[in-house]
């Protein structure tokens, strides 16, 4: 396996060539998921439930990330590595500037960011700055207050319509790869089909250029997963071969199958 860029993954989705995506916080894992050959890893804000405990990701601080991405930069040379900037981090371009750049410098080769076409100015800044951007649409944990729970985004016409302007806003802006949460597949199809930037899907069906699942939830570890998860370790011979097993079946389009699909 040689090292993954984002000109790389960019040429997987011109070619058609699917790749999976893990969260990953430690060095320990992050070893396993390289061995996999899984091309990118996502030091997620997802750690605030499945190892702080939390019941969100909102407590989840910049001083978190940077630990956990220090931890998977240290264990790993080949995956992108893609951190999360928590919430409260980039509410001005300023401010997301700077924490992203605190991601940086911990070993992050990109960062994700929650939101729509009001991340414009921020996403150029950080381009100017050097720093690749990953947009997420959707269902946004972020703003789960907002959204009034963890629930699919993007059922109704206007809705759509409005996640799709966001995508090519956020494309437009600079951003170089895009996460679609609990969106019916259809609409993700779409969105994949539209943008040139890799659009990576979770609980958004098969129809994106790749997937990503939390470890934790792949891997049977979580007790209450949600419909798009589906447990990779029943019937493995290990950690490894699970991870081995998600990513194939990533690769070859039989994940997401349609029951781990919204329409």
């Given at each position: ?29 992050a ?15 997802s ?41 409260g ?9 700077d ?6 410098r ?5 960062i ?9 100015d ?14 997420h ?14 629930r ?21 802006a ?17 969105i ?52 081995k097993?998600?990513?194939s ?15």
């Amino acid at each position: 396996m040689s090292k993954v860029n984002i000109l790389k993954l960019l040429t997987k989705k011109q070619q058609q060539e699917k790749f999976a995506v893990v969260t990953c916080y430690d060095a320990s894992f992050a070893k396993v998921v390289e061995k996999a050959g899984i091309d990118a890893i996502l030091v997620g804000d997802s750690l605030g439930m499945v190892l702080q405990g939390r019941d969100s990701t909102l407590p989840v601080t910049i001083e978190d990330m940077s630990y956990h991405t220090a931890c998977v930069a240290r264990g790993c040379d080949q995956p992108l590595i893609i951190s999360d900037m928590p919430f409260g981090s980039y509410n001005t371009p300023q401010q997301c500037a700077d924490n992203a750049a605190t991601l940086m410098r911990a070993g992050a080769h990109m960062i994700k960011i929650e939101g729509g076409s009001w991340l414009g100015d921020s996403i150029t800044l950080l381009n100017q700055a050097g720093i690749p951007v990953c947009g997420h649409l959707g269902l946004t944990p972020q703003s789960v207050n907002v959204l009034g729970g963890y629930r699919v985004q993007g059922r109704d016409d206007s809705q759509a319509k409005a996640i799709l302007a966001d995508a090519v806003a956020l494309e437009a802006a600079g951003a170089a790869m895009l996460v679609l949460e609990c969106v019916p597949r259809k609409l993700a199809t779409e969105i994949s089909a539209t943008l040139k930037i890799p659009v990576i899907g979770i609980g958004a069906g098969n129809g994106t250029d790749a997937q990503v699942l939390v470890l934790h939830d792949l891997l049977g570890i979580t007790e209450k997963t949600a419909r798009f998860v589906r447990n990779f370790a029943e019937g493995s011979n290990g950690v490894e071969d699970a991870l081995k097993r998600y990513n194939s079946a990533v690769v070859d389009g039989s994940f997401p199958a349609d029951e781990h699909s919204f329409d």
